[in-house]
């Protein structure tokens, strides 16, 4: 939303289900900053999912999906993966499908037009190669990975123009905290009074026992991990990570593994295995967040 690189075409909802909620979170920071006419796709839907909470409900509990559709020249697309197809289809340009969720959407939508892979680069948050979350020093199953390993599998398997990967390994400690914290919550940027309401009303109704598990900051402490910060800059720049062409298997337990060969796992990806200067990453993150990009000099 703040990074003038990049034009975005189509957010399609992603994940176990409440795609009306995610729509309508995505429809309420539309129209914080201003961006019309963007479709917002339904993704696939996980039957086994329906009793999920995003715990952002109460947030856009006055959001009507019609009225935005109405106010804002924008629509929402029950077949969100098809609304995908076509937009990558009939371009003359190359796409990037930037992938920050569980990867459903993007394996059904090559079983319906494998030739999307061929007009598009992907870039993805995912995985765990040599470090985990909370920066622990050993690889884990990484949560987009785990909910469908065999999706995944497919994914990164396709052959995109580019596949471009951000693990836990470069993101997985990305977070404001201290200063910076206090700048985004003190600012009067809409999109950042936005982000500190909708993060407060989520910690708010998330389970204290949920809460200490994964480690959740309070608010008044710093923000979640911005692990899906990573992929969206990796779209357009590789500055801040550390990228290295690896070969890659996906197992059956959610685990991303480097291998020696590509022909055991037949996946070949550029991976950001670190952040190389973390402190500047955040403080580039806090610039757009709580200004216009366009007048941000890296």
């Known amino acids: 939303l703040r990074c003038p690189e990049l034009k975005l075409e189509l957010l ?31 993704g ?21 999906l019609e ?5 804002s020249g924008g629509c929402v697309v029950e077949d969100g993966v098809g609304r995908m197809i076509g937009l990558i289809m009939s ?39 040599n470090k985990g979350y909370f920066g622990l020093p050993k690889a884990m199953p990484e949560f987009n990975v785990a909910m469908n390993p065999s999706a995944v599998r497919e994914v990164l398997s396709a052959p995109w123009k580019e596949n471009l990967i951000a693990p836990l390994d470069a993101c997985a400690t ?29 910690y708010k109704d998330i389970p204290e ?7 959740y900051r309070s608010p008044s402490e710093g923000s979640t991990y911005l692990f899906d910060c990573a992929a969206v800059h990796l779209a357009y720049s590789t500055d801040f990570f550390d990228m290295k062409r690896l070969h890659l ?3 059956d337990e959610g685990m991303t593994e ?18 190389t200067d973390q402190p500047k990453f955040i403080e580039f993150l806090l610039r757009r967040i709580t200004k216009d990009a366009r007048s941000d000099a890296r």
């Open 12 to 42: 399609l909802t992603a994940g176990q289900g409440c795609h009306d909620v995610r729509a309508k979170i995505a429809a309420k920071l539309f129209d914080v900053v201003g961006l019309r006419e963007v479709p917002i796709g339904l």
């Open 44 to 64: 696939v839907h996980r039957a086994e999912a329906t009793t999920k909470f995003m715990f952002q409900e109460q947030w856009v509990k006055d959001m009507d």
């Open 67 to 71: 009225n935005w559709s109405q106010r």
């Open 91 to 129: 371009s003359d340009q190359p796409m990037t499908i930037i992938a920050i969720g569980p990867m459903d959407n993007i394996a059904t939508a090559l079983k319906r037009e494998p030739k999307i892979a061929e007009k598009a680069r992907f870039v993805s948050m995912l995985g765990s190669i």
């Open 174 to 202: 990305l977070a404001f905290v201290g200063e910076v914290w206090n700048q985004a919550r003190t600012s009067n940027d809409p999109l950042a009074k936005s982000l500190v309401h909708a993060h407060e009303a989520w």
């Open 209 to 215: 026992q949920v809460r200490k598990f994964r480690r």
């Open 249 to 251: 298997r996906v197992t």
């Open 258 to 275: 480097e291998v020696t060969d590509a022909g055991e796992g037949g996946i070949v990806a550029d991976v950001a295995l670190a952040c």
